[in-house]
């Protein structure tokens, strides 16, 4: 078994270990709080997706070193998207982009989340390869991930 196939399977397992299932928010405080944990960890994987669109377009110098920094930090953020969701806030008027198919979808969700996972773990190994082809194709992956998960569960 490869590297590749070793850091998918172990990411796809801790995503279907941490996979539970949705809770409601008690109070407006409670899905506040939930809410604003949720921005959070989604502002960071916009903040560490961020340069790597930049080196994917040729707005910045490709750099494998920070691809391959932030694919891991994005690997390591996807795995806590479970978590950090599965408070439904959608009973409450919180200020979200996030949609309520997050919670009435919870299988679909799922696999967006694996999805982001994979592809950041095959960004990591594109990444220690250093062959800028690759880098820009993996890139394209996890950029694709990101956007498929926001055209299902993400308000415009």
């Given amino acids: 078994m490869n590297?590749?196939?070793k850091v998918i399977l172990t990411a796809s397992a801790i995503i279907t270990a941490t996979s539970v299932l949705?809770?409601?928010a008690k109070s407006l405080d409670h899905a506040e709080k939930a809410t604003d944990n949720r921005k959070a960890v989604f502002s960071l994987l916009?903040?560490?997706m961020g340069p790597l669109g930049a080196?994917?377009?040729g707005k910045i110098p490709l750099d494998a070193k920070v691809v391959e920094k932030n694919a891991l930090r994005i690997n390591q953020l996807s795995m806590m998207i479970a978590d950090?969701?599965?408070t439904d806030t959608s009973a409450f008027k919180v200020k979200t982009a996030a949609l309520?198919?997050?919670w009435q979808q919870p299988e679909a969700f799922t696999k967006r989340i694996n999805a982001l996972s994979k592809a950041s773990a095959h960004l990591q190994v594109a990444a220690k390869?250093?062959?800028?082809s690759e880098i820009k194709k993996a890139i394209s992956g996890v950029g694709?991930?990101?956007g498929g998960c926001h055209d299902d569960f993400k308000a415009d």
């Fill in 100 to 102: 309520d198919k997050i």
């Fill in 3 to 5: 590297y590749l196939t």
């Fill in 46 to 48: 916009g903040s560490n």
């Fill in 22 to 24: 949705a809770e409601g």
């Fill in 55 to 57: 080196m994917a377009k």
């Fill in 144 to 146: 694709k991930s990101c």
């Fill in 129 to 132: 390869s250093g062959d800028e």
């Fill in 84 to 86: 950090y969701t599965k």
